[in-house]
């Protein structure tokens, strides 16, 4: 691979990221200031037919599935010199992003354009029990989807934590950083979740946007800052 070419994939990698963040971005503002908030299982299933809610459900699942590009660019840098934990770390990433796209397909496609339009077809909150029985129980198979998701995603960061740590100067630690303090989010978010620990729960929810936006942040800086140097 030549330097050229090679800048150019880091380069890129950070562009999908910052579009994540982006994305991230626009998620959060939606969600403070245009998507009302849901009291119970009606009110979140119509909330589903909103454009906007649309439109972030289809912009998240493609930001995510650009998370292909990054992990592995990253993946492909440790190889040489790491194969197993690139492996693990590329595996990791996988699934991840598969579990995220089985997640967000079925809560898009099915959810929100199937049963959110036959609960308001058949007159709104309270008309068509059936529907909310189904949507009830697949909020709690997402729930435990969830547990793996994460899990995937933390044995990722770890692994390219070992790796960046290989690497010398202040750029990688940068990186080394934000994949110690995504497996540390996650940890904390799956002890909140499925640990019982109440007092990790705002990582899930009040902290969540301003973690995923240093993390994310730091890793386009990183891969920008590679991306300069290959070509230099």
């Known amino acids: 691979m030549t330097d050229a070419l090679e800048s150019r994939h880091y380069r890129l990698s950070a562009y999908c990221i910052l579009f994540f963040v982006a994305v991230q971005t626009f998620q959060e503002l ?16 119509l909330v589903y037919l909103l454009t906007i809610d649309r439109v972030r459900a289809l912009l998240v699942l493609l930001s995510i599935i650009l998370l292909v590009v990054p992990y592995t660019v990253i993946a492909v840098r440790y190889a040489g010199r790491l194969p197993v934990v690139a492996i693990i770390g590329f595996t990791g990433m996988l699934g991840f992003v598969g579990f995220e796209i089985l997640h967000r ?23 068509n029990p059936a529907i909310l029985a189904q949507y009830v129980l697949w909020s709690g198979f997402a729930r435990g989807l969830y ?37 540390l989010r ?33 890793l386009a800086t990183w891969l920008f800052h590679l991306a300069g140097r290959t070509r230099e």
């Open 30 to 45: 939606g969600s403070r200031f245009w998507i009302p908030e849901a009291q119970g299982p009606e009110q979140e299933l």
């Open 105 to 127: 397909s079925v809560d898009y496609f099915v959810v929100g354009r199937q049963w959110a339009t036959a609960l308001e077809a058949s007159g709104g909150a309270g008309s």
């Open 147 to 183: 547990f793996p998701l994460m899990l995937s995603y933390m044995g990722c960061s770890i692994a390219f934590f070992y790796a960046t740590m290989r690497d010398k100067g202040m750029w990688a630690r940068l990186a080394s950083f934000a994949f110690a303090l995504n497996a």
């Open 186 to 218: 996650l940890l904390a978010r799956m002890t909140s979740t499925y640990g019982g620990a109440t007092w990790l729960d705002p990582i899930n929810n009040t902290a969540y946007f301003p973690f995923v936006f240093v993390i994310n942040s730091l």
